[in-house]
């Protein structure tokens, strides 16, 4: 299955905690967002790890499915490529 996940989190040691669990997971496209292509098992451990480091009070996270067709339809305008500040590269 393919899933975008997005996701608001309020306190910035979660957010920071949320953004490493789905780099074990996926690629990220945003700056909080994810692209992943997962089993429904692994969907499911995604889920509860997520879940334990959250506060639903405070916090928010969406898992949209992506059909094979949405995603042959994605428009980029811009940058098509996100940069992530996490890993490492090279400047030359």
């Keep these: 299955m393919r899933l975008l996940v997005i996701y608001d989190i309020a306190d910035p040691r979660r957010l920071y905690q949320v953004a490493r669990i789905l780099k074990d997971y996926g690629q990220r496209v945003q700056q ?27 916090d928010g996270v969406k898992y949209i499915p992506l ?13 098509g490529r996100y940069i992530d500040p996490d890993s490492e590269f090279v400047v030359v």
């Design 32 to 58: 909080s967002k994810f692209e992943l292509e997962i089993c429904v098992r692994v969907f499911s451990e995604l889920r509860a790890r997520i879940a334990q480091v959250i506060d639903e009070a405070e």
């Design 67 to 79: 059909c094979e067709r949405c995603l042959h339809k994605t428009e980029i305008i811009g940058q």
